[in-house]
């Protein structure tokens, strides 16, 4: 088959949420450190947004059969087929090609370069001198940290639970290119893989589930080369790759949803008083305040940073994750007196018994788990997809701020340095807390119906979010919508 046609597009990416795309390096400070180019700004390698890609169009495909959708799949993404999937293949090819022998595998039609970062607007930095402007050169080469602390079903810290990692700021922007090389049938196929950015799946690096990694198309420029055409011919010999440079006949693509069969589940809250998502240390007037991050906004030719407040996915997925193991504990009827020996009366296995974490059905099959975790085989990534939130001051006040004292019990009289200082937020007038969380789950079952009944207690304000919740804090009331209709809030 001749390949007569060249489909190229570059592709402005811009971070809707903290990106971390780790090096699988650490330093002295920081457990996990993000990928680096050679000037100390981060990117993201195109193996990575590749494995993205190809695993969109091969999730859920087996190849112990073959038909011509599997075929050019696999001549479309490459690869190499073993054991049994190499039997049916050559039993396939033989019978649609009369041929003997057919190919081990397949190379990939489809280039994917890494995608490297705007530092501003219009322009990447290439070669191995540049000139860039110190401010973005500080802020990118000594990158915020997230803390993380893994709490247990008792709602305390799991031991050797605390861990941190880098973070690429909210909306630092980065320009890849894509190029198929293919036949004029091959537009539909072009087509769906430029669609594919669009999916809210479209993530990259780690913590996809917990609140990182998703990006946004903020520009596509795309061309079309017929090779057998003698000026497209020549334009394409004349490409220049560079990233600064304007190559002629490139079209912009307006961006289109992608229609998904993802659940969305859309949450409407306000907070009943006071709310906090903790930094973990303070400033100057108290000693714990909430977190903020700073976000990169481009614009007049530079990159301009704004403190936020954070709101983290992963503290919210934590909520969530431990009250569905009630709802779902609770609709199948495992009940706690299940765990009483009837020797000792004492509490016996009590993770596999009580099904809490992974061991628990629900939590495994949306939350995710690792292998071997609570004598689970095999392991897999979670379902339950969302975003991290910011919010600017004029949506959020952090200045109220609590001071709490410890009392000894046995004379009624504060304790010798147990005075400390906590900032709480609350959000301004006609603000509301305003989140999507997408569910990659289609089976209307006893497990959708323990996660649904948790957004529900979200709503009631029975499942209060963030830190403090045993003093009153973090208790929202609200709505919930499923693909926009609303779901009915029991009393």
Known sequence: MAFT?????????????????????????????????????PMIQGTSLFGVLRHSFLDNVTFDTFDEHKEFLINLWGGQLLGEEKKAFESYYKAKYNKKNAPDGFGSRLKISSAYMLINENAVVEGLTANIPQNILDKYTNLPSRQHVRINDRGVAEKNGLFDNEIVYKGTRFIFELELKGTKDDNKHWEAILANLASPLFRTGQGTRNGYGKLNIHSLEQRVYDLEQENDFKDYLDFNPSFNFNNKGFEERKNSDKKTSLTAYKLILKPDSFFIFSEGFGDDKADNKPVTEEIAIYENGTINFEEKTLIPASSIKGALSHRTAFHYNKLTEKWADQLLSPNNKQLIDFTVKCYTGSANDAVFE???????????????????????????????????????????RFTG???????????VSTLAEETVFEFTVYLDYDKEDTI????????KDVCKGLLPLGGMTTKGHGIFTGKVLKNNEPIKLDK
């Open 366 to 408: 949306l939350f995710g788990g690792g292998a071997g975790d609570e004598k689970r085989e095999d392991g897999q990534r979670g379902k339950v997809i969302l975003n991290d939130f910011y919010y600017s001051d004029t949506e959020v006040e952090n200045d109220k701020i609590f001071n709490h004292v410890a009392i000894d």
């Open 5 to 41: 046609h060249r489909y190229i597009a570059r592709i402005v990416l811009e971070a809707e949420t903290g990106l971390f795309v780790g090096s699988g390096e650490a330093s002295l400070l920081k457990d996990a450190l993000v990928q680096k180019d050679i000037h100390g700004l």
């Open 413 to 423: 009289g504060a304790l010798d340095g147990a005075l400390f200082s906590e900032k």
């Open 448 to 455: 959708q119906k323990a996660f649904e009944e948790t957004l």
